[in-house]
């Protein structure tokens, strides 16, 4: 088993406005990343989910501590690793295929190959049919298939994605979790996934990590075991409930805590 990506120690603060104090968003977080896997993160609203993934995708630098990707510290932004957001982030004026070619375009990727690479990803997110189309025409589930396919197309090591389907209705984030897995499994992309659901995290995940509440630190990482080719509806399944349930309970302490650290921070 390849290490893909390293957090070694990793704390980040942020200088709070006004005041000469700085929060503590992450906290000795170390946590290591096979080459391959699919890793999702779940903890409580401000936990710093958002803010671990920029220090991997090197939008941020951590305070303390170093990630390193292929056993080199991330020192900035790279084609190495690709990102997709709640929001889009398509460009409007671009249909589904132009928007595809767009990443390919800041890598220098020759113009025809750039057309052939974009329809072959368009395909494996099942939207070839719909390439000439502009977002205001596309719904939202397809819109966020065309910013994954957007991010495969530079043929990154690693996928980073930040609650990616949260702004999707429950049955197009289903069949998008379907698809993510299928690409997973075709492409043998390393995953780092975070979200709020923990459906969402026992049915992609090999590995939850589960992140305490501010600061955030690795409170518990969970394999996930899941025979899925003896159950039609795996989600239904007993084996499903009890991860679902193992993950509720690492979660509802924090949740609380988070809660009341939010209630102690409003001024009176
Ligand atoms: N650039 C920044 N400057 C100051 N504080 C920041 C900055 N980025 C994040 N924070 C703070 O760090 C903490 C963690 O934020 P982060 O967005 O990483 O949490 P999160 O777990 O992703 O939250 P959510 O689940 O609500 O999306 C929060 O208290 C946030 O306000």
């Known amino acids: 088993m390849t290490t893909k990506i390293r957090f070694e120690g990793v704390g980040r603060t942020f200088p709070v406005r006004g005041g000469r104090e700085r929060l503590t968003a992450l906290e000795s977080i170390d946590l290591d990343i096979a080459e391959g896997e699919f890793t999702v993160v779940v903890g409580p609203s401000g936990c ?9 995708a090197g939008l941020g630098t951590p305070s303390s501590g170093r990630v390193l ?17 709640q929001q889009y982030a398509l460009l409007p004026w671009r249909t589904a295929q132009g928007n595809v070619e767009f990443g390919l ?4 990727v020759p113009k025809r190959e750039r057309a052939e690479r974009a329809r072959e990803y368009l395909e494996l997110v099942d939207l070839a049919a719909f ?33 990616p389907f949260a702004a999707l209705d429950a049955q ?17 992309k390393t995953i780092v996934f975070i979200t709020h659901g923990i459906d969402e995290a026992v049915y992609l995940g090999q590995r939850v990590a589960v992140l305490t509440s501010r600061p955030g630190r690795i409170k518990s990482v969970v394999d996930i075991q899941l025979d899925r080719s003896a159950a039609e509806d795996i989600r239904s399944a007993p084996e499903f409930a009890r991860y ?14 988070a809660q009341q650290l939010e209630k102690e921070a409003v001024p009176a």
């Open 48 to 56: 710093g989910k958002s803010t671990l993934l920029d220090l991997l």
């Open 69 to 85: 990707l292929d056993g080199r510290p991330v020192t900035g932004p790279g084609v190495d690793r690709g990102i997709v957001f």
């Open 105 to 108: 375009e800041a890598t220098g």
């Open 131 to 163: 390439a000439d189309r502009h977002p205001h025409e596309l719904s939202g589930g397809m819109k966020q298939r065309v910013a994954i396919a957007r991010s495969l197309a530079y043929d990154p090591d690693v996928l980073l994605m930040d609650e």
């Open 172 to 188: 197009t984030r289903e069949s998008l979790q379907d698809e993510l897995r299928r690409i997973w499994r075709r492409t043998g």
């Open 244 to 257: 679902r349930h193992e993950i509720w309970t690492l979660l509802h302490d924090e949740v609380v805590r």
